[in-house]
């Protein structure tokens, strides 16, 4: 059973970055694609960034040119780098396997990612 721990989320200004973390952990294999998910309560979790094993990386237009997605496929971890924040980025976030472009596994808690000035 596949467990994600997210973590790096807080309180930002308009304009400020935020690095997050995800660790896989209880037996993640190589996970080909993996993916940051977004919610705000009320809403559809939305799929922002997705990266391949080998580093095939796809972009929501919402988070385009901001945000950075990455991995390390030995540590089973990875990042989103946000950049230019925005309100409407606020949101709490997660990761998760893509499979199908659907989220394969349960979900971790997530982190909250609030941006106000």
């Known amino acids: 059973q596949v467990e994600f721990v997210e973590s790096g989320g807080g309180l930002v200004q308009p304009g400020g970055s935020l690095r997050l973390s995800c660790i896989a952990s209880?037996?993640?294999?190589?996970?080909?694609?993996m993916g940051w998910y977004r919610q705000v309560p009320g809403n559809q979790r939305e799929l922002i960034a997705t990266i391949t094993s080998v580093m095939q990386i796809i972009y929501a237009d919402s988070v385009k040119g901001r945000f950075i997605i990455s991995r390390d496929n030995v540590t089973n971890t990875m990042w989103l780098q946000m950049n230019s924040l925005k309100p409407e980025d606020t949101a709490r976030y997660y990761c998760?396997?893509?499979?199908?472009?659907?989220?394969?596994?349960?979900w971790g808690q997530g982190t909250q990612v609030t941006v106000t000035s």
């Open positions: 209880g037996n993640p294999h190589m996970m080909s694609i």
């Open positions: 998760n396997r893509v499979v199908g472009g659907r989220p394969f596994h349960a």
